[in-house]
């Protein structure tokens, strides 16, 4: 985890609960390791690399009302561009219109997200302060967020500033593959297919002409 994670995620009563089921001297170092640090952690090369290949990721935020809400963020893998290694930042097109992500960063600026590789298993968990900013304030912006070949309509871009980030257990994510993804793997199979349907059809036909040239 990068230094400033465990004193963000490990409050007092988190600490609490660790230390009553055995956790909380080892974590103990990791909180130590943030304390009195203002500025966010930058985001590692390794981190910048798998966010930039994500097609997706789940992002939490909370209203003034106090209740979370989790929001599934999808598009082409590289929709989420790494502006710097602060920074990380997406466009928003228009959709069932309910705004609540939106709306819930009017009033507190925290998010969290949770962006995951299915094909290897790999988790990664940020921190970090969203920002929104309308498209037709920023026109040179909302470019640069939008993937090449949308045919969506830029809203807005959401631009998040990383606090803290944490590589998170594979050991309960389920391997899933997207149909890109399977293409490479299953295409030797489906060329095996094609060359025995040909094959097949080259037999039929050769059974067909023996058939009639015995009749004949």
């Known amino acids: 985890?990068?230094?400033?994670?465990?004193?963000?995620?490990?409050?007092?009563?988190v600490r609490e609960v660790q230390d009553t089921y055995g956790s909380g001297s080892f974590y103990a170092k990791h909180v130590a390791r943030g304390a009195g640090l203002d500025s966010g952690d930058a985001?590692?090369?390794?981190?910048?690399?798998?966010?930039?290949?994500r097609d997706s990721?789940?992002?939490?935020?909370?209203?003034?009302?106090?209740?979370?809400?989790?929001?599934?963020?999808?598009?082409?893998?590289?929709?989420?561009?790494?502006i710097d290694e602060?920074?990380?930042g997406w466009a928003d097109f228009a959709g069932n219109l309910q705004y609540v992500t939106t709306g819930n960063l009017a009033t507190d600026t925290r998010v969290a997200l949770i962006?995951?590789?299915?094909?290897?298993?790999?988790?990664?968990?940020?921190?970090?302060?969203?920002?929104?900013?309308?498209?037709?304030?920023?026109?040179a912006l909302a470019q640069r967020l939008t993937v090449p070949g949308h045919d969506g309509t830029v809203e807005r871009m959401v631009l998040v500033t990383i606090e803290a980030f944490d590589w998170n257990c594979p050991?309960?994510?389920?391997?899933?593959?997207?149909?890109?993804?399977?293409?490479?793997?299953?295409?030797?199979?489906?060329?095996?297919?094609?060359?025995?349907?040909t094959d097949n059809d080259r037999l039929r036909r050769e059974l067909e002409s023996l058939k009639a040239a015995s009749n004949s």
């Open 86 to 88: 602060h920074t990380i």
């Open 115 to 139: 962006a995951i590789d299915y094909p290897h298993r790999s988790r990664l968990k940020i921190f970090g302060r969203a920002s929104v900013v309308r498209a037709e304030d920023d026109p």
């Open 1 to 13: 985890m990068s230094k400033r994670y465990a004193s963000i995620a490990f409050t007092d009563h």
């Open 43 to 53: 985001l590692s090369d390794d981190a910048q690399e798998f966010l930039a290949a």
């Open 57 to 82: 990721f789940y992002l939490a935020t909370v209203s003034e009302t106090g209740w979370p809400y989790v929001q599934h963020r999808g598009g082409a893998p590289g929709f989420v561009r790494v």
């Open 171 to 197: 050991q309960h994510i389920t391997p899933r593959y997207t149909l890109d993804e399977l293409g490479p793997r299953i295409a030797p199979m489906q060329e095996r297919l094609r060359l025995l349907e």
